[in-house]
């Protein structure tokens, strides 16, 4: 360590900022969920099979994915303040033509679904924005505390059910649409673009990254963590309804317990790899969450059991999003935005795949038990590749980064 110690993590950034992004994130993942609470209000109205249900909340996931990656290139050409007014407004106005116009069809839920993703690819503005106001010995923390904005799926799983019950489920898309009108307003006042951006670049020089394999390693690691967790808010409403006869209210009270602690855990997850490492931390992790998929895959005989079994894969799913990203920005500081695209790409690629898989493994043989045993193995080739990395990054990441500085990886 030099003579200079670093900054607290309190003095060392833009708090403002960091909460503007949190904010953002937060009620941006509200939004892209909407569909699951309100999934079997939605499932009834429009008299949709196992299958349907599960495209249905997978391809606001979807649409996600593919959005981070034009999301993180804009974000490095334009600013992330002005990337964020500009998909915040989308989202806004399209929940308003879904509540102007109704969703009279599965194709208009497909529609909204793919509006819905580009809530999801806030993903892509909200951790550049925040990670580059801060030094690397806080970017696991920084990371962590913008990435709670998962808890937004709370929010869509606790308010959502009774509201579209009290009012009407398509009137649910008006209210959000008012109410992200108002964070918007509060986002343009706080957020601020870090002082210092990285060189602008062509097309090709951005996408650069993708010939790095430590990319795709990434891309792989939280397409299991974010995947997981991603894919299990959007899909345990219904799953709970159809397996433990939950109504829609308490389906998403169900929901919310689950999601509430992956949510918790991922700035947890941030500290813990500042502090542990972050590769050591998603060794156990992986561990865990494959344990608990292939434990739920049994059918388990109560819905206590159910719970607290997806209790611990969340925790361990969300406290493993923090854990990824307090690598990325320690391999790919300058590539921030574009990076934090791909593999938050790759982990909506992941949730898409493990709700469309629930769905059609229920359709085609009666039970969820394959869909959840296919991610388990994911979550098991993770591991592995976690391993197969960790001798030549923990050599080279921390070599150079900052002087003076001292980065757990």
Known sequence: MSVAEPKTFLKSGHLPTLFAAFMYFDFSFMCWVLLGPLGIQISKALALDPAHKGLMVAVPVLAGAVLRISNGLLVDRFGAKKTGIGAQLVVILGLAAAW?????????????????????????????????????????????????????????????????LAFGWVNVFGMTALFMSVILIAFVILAKDAPVQPQKQSLGGYLAVLCHGDTWWFMLFYSVTFGGFVGLASSLSIYFHSEYGLAPVQAGYAVAACVFVGSMFRPIGGWLADKMGGIF??????????????????????????????????????????????????????????????????????????????????????????????????????????????????ASFSRGYAEGVTVRI
């Open 100 to 164: 102007f116009f109704g969703v009279p069809s599965f194709d208009a839920v497909l529609l909204l679904g793919v509006v819905l993703g580009v809530a999801g690819a806030s993903f892509a503005i909200a951790l550049p924005m925040a990670s580059r106001w801060y030094p690397p010995e806080h970017q696991g923390t920084a990371l962590g505390l913008a990435g709670a904005g998962n808890f937004g799926t709370v929010l869509a799983a606790l308010f959502a059910p009774a509201l579209g």
């Open 281 to 394: 931390a998603l060794s156990v992790l992986y561990v865990v969450a494959a344990a608990m998929l292939v434990l739920v895959s049994i059918g388990l005989p109560s819905l206590t059991m159910a719970l607290a079994a997806f209790v611990v894969a969340m925790l361990a799913l969300g406290t493993g999003n923090g854990a990824v990203f307090q690598l990325v920005p320690v391999r790919f500081g300058r590539e921030i935005g574009v990076v934090t695209g791909l593999v938050g790409c790759a982990g909506g690629i992941g949730g898409f795949y493990l709700a469309s898989s629930l769905g059609f493994s229920k359709q085609w043989t009666g039970s969820y038990q394959a869909g959840f045993l296919i991610f388990a193995g994911l979550a098991l080739v993770a591991f592995v590749g976690i391993n197969i990395v960790k001798k030549s990054w923990r």
